[in-house]
Every structure is written in structure tokens, then in C-alpha cells.
């Protein structure tokens, strides 16, 4: 925050304002200290908005609204870890599927329990529910 205030820059100023404002607001309302894997979650949280916004401002057309969530989806990302590649993603999905023997729809839930901590920040979670539902219906 410091060297964004040094370099002048407003927009990630204000971003990292945003971050640790939902950061506190977490630590408040539940009255814990965020850890590193809860901070994931937020981050994971705040660009999810980010990319919905993104696409809602699109769809009425103002280019100049989506623009400005995008540069702040830009520096969230930079705070969360590299994004999994799709074979990597696969990967864990088939050993998560073999760890827990998944066979049907109904183990959806076992799967997921299992790949959202490897996954959190990392991947888009709606993708990787997806991908689970289209394995496991085949």
C-alpha cells in the first residue's frame, strides 16, 4: 500500500483499500484473524465479482465500466497464486475421483471437498464443477 501511494498510483491504491476493507470486514463480522487460506477465499471472492461485473457492464454496453473492473481484477490476480493449468486441473481431478472411489452424481460432493483446497484461488471453481459433473454423468 505504501508504494502504491508513493508511485501515485490511484487505481491499485484503491484496490488494495478494497482488499484489506473486505479483509476487515471478515475478520468483524466473524471474529477470527484471517489466515493465509481464508485471504485466498477473499481474494477468490472479490475476483469472481470482479469477473461478473466485468461481463454485466459489457453486456449494457459500458466499455468504460468494464475497463475499470478489469484493472482491478488485474491487481487482485496479482495477490492470488498462478492460475492451474488445465492438464493440472485434470490431474487432480482424476486422483480425487480415485481417492474417494466417486462413481455417480451422488459423490459429487466427496470430490469436492477434496479438490476445493488444492484448488481455491487457483482455478475457477464453477469450471471445475463442470468438469466433475461432465466425468462423473459419463
Known sequence: MKSAMKSKAQLRLTTIRLILAAVKQVEVDERIEVDDDRMLVILDKMAKQRRESISQYEQAGREDLAASERQELEIISEYLPAALSAEEINRLLEQAIEQTSAASMKD??????????????????SQVSQLIKSKLSS
Not at 459429487?108 to 471453481?125: E, F, H, S
Request: glycine letters at 12%; a positive charge.
Open 108 to 125: 459429487m460432493g466427496k470430490v469436492m471437498a477434496i479438490l476445493k483446497p488444492q484448488l481455491q484461488g487457483r482455478a475457477d471453481m
